[in-house]
């Protein structure tokens, strides 16, 4: 069955550093999102993206936050200056439109 | 209440019973879909069903959608202690097609 595919699957980073998280979508599938879960809450939405844009946003997707389909098949979200509050699990998600999403295992971010 | 708060929030039951998860949600909707969540992992899309249908089935789960209420269920049956995690609902809302997460139903299932 196809697979969404995240890298890393856990990354450390100290404040103020950038982060590029990094997906690999289902190959036909044509609208992209990250979503987050920081520890013990709900996933939240971050951002969509679908013909090569983004379609929504979240208030979360401030200008920290920026994503990128930098080839056919990779999908990227990058945190330019990362603060404490962005430790979280980062998930990717693809879907075809209008049915169900197949989510990423998730990366954990962690800010020290 | 929020868009998408699960009820109840825990839930213990023992293997071989039915676990009842309950999910309500204030605005229309495209679809709810139903998503499971092993402790730290990947949420794993389990059912879908969209907003002209009221129920759905497969294998051990069945769905219920009530747009009237605003609310739906899932119902797991015969379950086995491999059944605990966490239960989310999801609604897929407007074109932008994302999907907004309730709080979630942690199942224990015992043996």
């Known amino acids: 069955e196809p697979e969404v595919t995240q890298t890393p699957s856990h990354q450390v980073t100290q404040m103020g550093q950038e982060v590029i998280l990094r997906c690999v979508p289902i190959?036909?599938?044509?609208?992209f999102y990250w979503y987050r879960q920081i520890l013990g809450q709900k996933v939240e939405f971050l951002v969509s993206?679908?013909?090569?844009?983004?379609?929504?946003k979240s208030e979360i997707f401030d200008d920290q936050f920026s994503v990128e389909r930098p080839d056919g098949s990779n999908f990227t979200l990058k945190i330019r200056s990362t603060k404490l509050e962005d430790s979280a699990m980062y998930f990717c998600?693809?879907?075809?439109?209008?049915?169900?999403?197949?989510f990423g295992s998730g990366t954990r971010l962690t800010v020290v | 209440s929020q868009q998408g708060e699960e009820d109840p929030q825990a839930l213990s039951i023992q293997e071989g019973e039915n676990a009842t998860m309950n999910c309500s949600y204030k605005?229309?909707?495209?679809?709810l879909q139903w998503y499971r969540q092993n402790s730290g992992r990947g949420l794993v899309h389990l059912i879908l069903?969209?907003?002209?249908?009221r129920e759905k089935h497969s294998g051990r789960l069945r769905v219920t959608l009530d747009t009237s209420k605003k609310s739906s269920s899932l119902l797991i049956t015969a379950s086995r202690a491999a059944d605990t995690a966490s239960y989310f609902c999801?609604?897929?809302?407007?074109?932008?097609?994302?999907?907004?997460f309730g709080t979630g139903t942690r199942l224990q299932v015992t043996l």
């Open positions: 190959s036909n599938h044509l609208y």
């Open positions: 993206f679908y013909n090569n844009e983004i379609s929504e």
């Open positions: 069903i969209r907003s002209n249908e």
């Open positions: 605005t229309s909707i495209n679809n």
């Open positions: 998600a693809s879907s075809v439109g209008g049915g169900g999403y197949t």
């Open positions: 999801a609604t897929e809302t407007g074109t932008a097609s994302k999907l907004t």
